[in-house]
């Protein structure tokens, strides 16, 4: 029986990937590099220097890892002064109804993003009073389709692997909720493809797929 809901943020409870591409943008622009949106959407997922390395594809010169630090700082400050902008407008529709009445359905909610401003984020967006834990790039060394960040967010819970349900985007994602051995629950891209156990078009259909615990008792 599923007691934990695990859930990716950037792609499911709120759609950053804009402002992430938008930062980046203005950084390859910066340096002369183009920078495609195929390029930004391969970003989705994906940790801060990794993201940099694809920007970094189109380069005429190679960097030193000092540079390319400063460059994913200079990126991230870009980044962080859109993420002040946000407001709780900014959450996926049914994300604000849809995590309260899952907690009040006795499921214990947690945060599994490879991002390190999710703390920003969820405060921004007032979500992060439904979250039981918060796993995410601050205490993960390992990206996506790893299993780490989801197994992190287990143990916060303290709930066995077995009985959480992981909810991605990203195929990685997906990924990465099998390997841990969690239910996964596809969701945007990954819900297209029919990449997870279960596959939903809406946040609001997390309600069907789970019924209150005292019910199923
Ligand atoms: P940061 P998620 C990911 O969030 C983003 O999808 C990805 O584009 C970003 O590079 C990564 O977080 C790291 O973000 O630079 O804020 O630490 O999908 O894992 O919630």
Redo the contacts with the bound molecule.
């Keep these: 029986m599923i007691s934990a809901i695990l859930f990716?943020?950037?792609?499911?409870l709120v759609t950053?990937?804009i402002l992430?591409f938008q930062a980046w943008k203005e950084l390859a622009d910066r340096l002369g590099i183009p920078f495609t949106r195929e390029q930004g959407d391969r970003?989705?997922?994906?940790?801060?220097m990794?993201?940099l390395e694809i920007v970094l594809e189109g380069a005429m010169e190679t960097y030193t890892d000092a540079e390319k630090a400063a460059f994913a700082r200079e990126?991230?400050r870009r980044?962080r002064q859109r993420l002040s902008a946000l407001t709780p407008a900014d959450a996926t529709p049914g994300a604000t109804e849809v995590l309260p009445e899952l907690r009040r359905r006795g499921y214990r909610l947690a945060l599994?993003?490879?991002?390190?401003?999710?703390g920003l984020i969820l405060e921004r967006t007032g979500l992060g009073q439904w979250m039981d834990a918060v796993a995410?790039?601050t205490c993960v060394t390992r990206s996506?389709p790893d299993p780490e960040?989801f197994l992190t967010a287990a143990r916060l819970v303290g709930v066995p692997a077995g009985q959480c349900a992981a909810v991605?985007?990203?195929l990685a994602?997906v990924q990465a909720g099998r390997a841990a051995g969690m239910l996964t629950v596809g969701y945007g891209d990954a819900g297209r493809r029919g990449a997870g156990d279960r596959n939903i078009e809406t946040l609001m259909q997390l309600l069907e797929l789970f019924p209150s615990r005292e019910e199923k008792r």
Aim: aromatic content about 2%; charged content about 30%.
């Design positions: 990716d943020l950037d792609g499911v950053t990937d992430h970003c989705r997922g994906v940790s801060r990794a993201s990126k991230n980044y599994a993003s490879a991002s390190k401003n999710a995410d790039g996506k960040v991605d985007d990203a994602g």
